[in-house]
Structures are given as structure tokens and as C-alpha cells.
């Protein structure tokens, strides 16, 4: 059973009653049985308690109200759709909404790589390891990728790039497709917001696809959001023509982590410079065919809209902030720094 939608219309007028016939009405105990309740974004703690009401977990709107005023986090409940039992207490209803652990939510983090996704979505939904990934094999065309996705056949996850970070709200009738046809769709609504389709040619790329995989080498490769625009910029300088006509190596950790699911610091120089794979930036000229995980806002962002600085090469020194440079020379001095400091000189 799925309960929502309520607003607050009514809800003082009968809070104004219950003041005229003394305490609000409520149930006693931790209630039993099982009801699924939906809380809109933007809900008021009155709104929230005559949904519950409604749905039959509170006696009275008044009651719960009062029990989230008295509760250190009961004005900070989220929207979302919550496990709630039928007959509960008002202080248990607020106790059960007030940890996040309760919400059936699903949250998708910048850069998580699809397999990351599928495996949380099949633990969500308690489904056999592997059944979302496979669905997302079988099924990738008629989940709502723009005309422009999977243009290249050597894209290795058609889906890669647009499983949106975000927070996706998770009920009974969820299931895989569903999951994934949101989280397309929410894709869908940021890269049309962002203008990616139209942008893409102002920047040097071929296509649309192009400006998300470098988004996704931007959330990659940055240690942190105030790399991302420079992260940027040493992308679309590799990618500029040299006087041989040429494109430069990107050389990127990233793209091989994502070709061997690892998340490796240590990548063997043999293997980057001799494992031949369209996704391997060492021994490939130019961008991954495809994105290697989903960006977010800021990476996205900072792809369409590059530092400028004329950064060319990066290192991070003390593992916690990127250093950027425009010489080859400056970038070997930092790499020998960073060796020194590996090495405990």
C-alpha cells in the first residue's frame, strides 16, 4: 500500500478543533503490520501527519506534530517514501522517520561506476548479485537514452554516464527497469538543462557523448571540486591538434581503473603502455570511447566551462591536492617530489 500525496489544505482548521477538545487522540505502542507512505518534497510537519492519518499510522495529525516538535531531529525529516506500521505511537512514527537509515532511498554518488550502481540497486531490492546488470545488457534501448548515446560500438556499458547521481526514492513496486528508467531520466533532464547536446561542437568534441565522457574524466581525476575546471582544461589541451596533427595521449589512471573495475594508484607502466584497449589512454590517443562512470553537477559543469589556464599535466604530491602545470619539466620536477616522498626521503 502506497499513501501520499496530502497536502497541508485543512490541516489548521483541524488542529484549531483538536485545541477545543483538550490533548490530541493518540496510539499507544509500536504498531504492527506494514504500510509504505510517501512524504512529497516540501511537506510541513502538519502536512506529514495527516498523510500519516490518512494511511492509518497516527491517530491524529496534532499528535505527531507534536512529538516531531519534541524530537532534537524531528524538524529535519525528509521527503521520501518510508516502511511505516499501521497504530503507531506519534513518538514512534517520529523516532522511526528521523533515521535516515529507515528511508528507502537509494543514493548514487558522483562517479560511481555503473557496476557500482547495479550491485546497490540489487542489494536494495534484495535481487541475486548480477540480475541489474543484466538487465541493463538486455534492456538498455528501451530505457530512455537520448538518439545521441551509445555512439560508438566500443562503448563497453551503453548505460555508462547516465545513471544520474542523485537520490532515488525506492518502494514495493520497484524493480531494476524502473530504477534505471529514472535515473536515465533524471539524466536526460540535467544534460538538457546544461545545454550538452548543443555545446558539444563549441568545445572541439564530435558529439554530445564526448562532452559526458569528459565530464567523467573530470569527477575521475579530481581530488576535489576546485580541480575540476583545470581537470578540464588539461583534457581539451591533450585533445588539441600538435604541428604533426596528432592528438596528444591523455595517459589517465582513471580509464584504466575502469577498464579492469579496480581503483588502483599503483598502475604498472608496462601494462598502461603496451595493454591495447580503446579504453586505455596510454596506449590510445584521444578520449575513452565512452564515459567511464557517471559525473555530477560540478564535473559537468566544469566540462563545459574549462579553467582556460593552459594547463597541460597534474600530480598530486601529498595525495590530498593537485598540483597543475603547463611544462613537462615543471610536471617531473612534482613526480620526482612525489617519489621522494613515497620512498621516505
Not at 174 to 200: C, D, F, H, W
Not at 205 to 232: C, I, W, Y
Not at 252 to 269: H, P, V, W
Not at 287 to 308: C, H, M, V, Y
Request: hydrophobic fraction near 35%.
Amino acid at each position: 500500500m502506497l499513501v501520499g500525496g496530502v497536502t497541508g489544505v485543512g490541516y489548521y482548521g483541524y488542529s484549531f478543533l483538536q485545541e477545543k477538545f483538550g490533548a490530541p487522540e493518540d496510539f499507544v505502542g509500536d504498531g504492527t503490520g506494514a504500510v509504505e507512505v510517501e512524504i512529497p518534497k516540501g511537506t510541513t510537519l502538519g502536512s506529514m501527519g495527516l498523510i500519516l492519518k490518512q494511511a492509518g499510522v497516527v491517530k491524529s495529525a496534532d499528535a505527531f506534530v507534536a512529538a516531531a516538535q519534541e524530537h532534537p531531529k524531528g524538524k529535519a525529516i525528509q521527503p521520501g517514501l518510508y516502511p511505516m506500521r499501521k497504530q503507531m505511537s506519534a513518538a514512534s512514527a517520529v523516532e522511526l522517520m528521523t533515521n535516515p537509515a529507515n528511508l528507502n532511498t537509494l543514493i548514487i554518488r558522483e562517479g560511481q561506476r555503473n557496476i557500482q550502481v547495479y550491485e546497490s540497486i540489487d542489494k536494495k531490492l534484495g535481487l541475486e548479485e548480477g540480475t541489474t546488470s543484466e538487465v541493463a545488457k538486455k534492456q538498455f534501448k528501451t530505457l530512455g537514452l537520448p538518439a545521441w548515446a551509445n555512439d560508438n560500438p566500443k562503448i563497453k556499458d551503453p548505460l555508462e554516464g547516465f545513471l544520474f547521481p542523485s537520490r532515488y526514492e525506492l518502494g514495493k513496486t520497484s524493480t531494476p527497469e524502473r530504477i534505471l528508467k529514472q535515473m536515465v531520466a533524471r539524466a536526460n533532464e540535467k544534460y538538457g538543462e546544461l545545454g550538452i547536446e548543443s555545446k558539444a561542437k563549441s568545445l572541439g568534441l564530435k558529439t554530445p557523448l564526448q562532452l559526458v565522457t569528459v565530464a567523467s574524466l573530470v569527477q575521475a581525476e579530481g581530488m576535489n571540486h576546485d580541480d575540476f575546471r583545470k581537470m578540464s582544461d588539461v583534457i581539451y589541451n591533450r585533445l588539441k591538434p600538435t604541428n604533426d596533427v596528432t592528438n596528444r595521449k591523455l595517459e589517465f589512471d582513471s580509464a584504466i581503473n575502469y577498464l579492469k573495475n579496480e581503483s588502483n594508484i599503483d598502475i604498472s607502466r608496462t601494462e598502461a603502455k603496451t595493454l591495447d584497449d580503446p579504453y586505455n589512454t596510454y596506449f590510445h590517443e584521444g578520449l575513452t570511447p565512452g564515459p567511464i562512470g557517471n559525473p555530477g553537477s560540478d564535473a559537468l559543469n566544469a566540462a563545459l566551462s574549462p579553467d582556460q589556464g593552459g594547463w597541460m599535466f597534474f600530480v598530486s604530491v601529498d595525495g590530498k591536492t593537485t598540483t597543475f602545470t603547463k611544462t613537462f619539466a615543471e610536471h617531473q620536477e612534482l613526480v620526482a617530489e612525489f617519489n621522494r616522498r613515497r620512498n621516505g626521503g
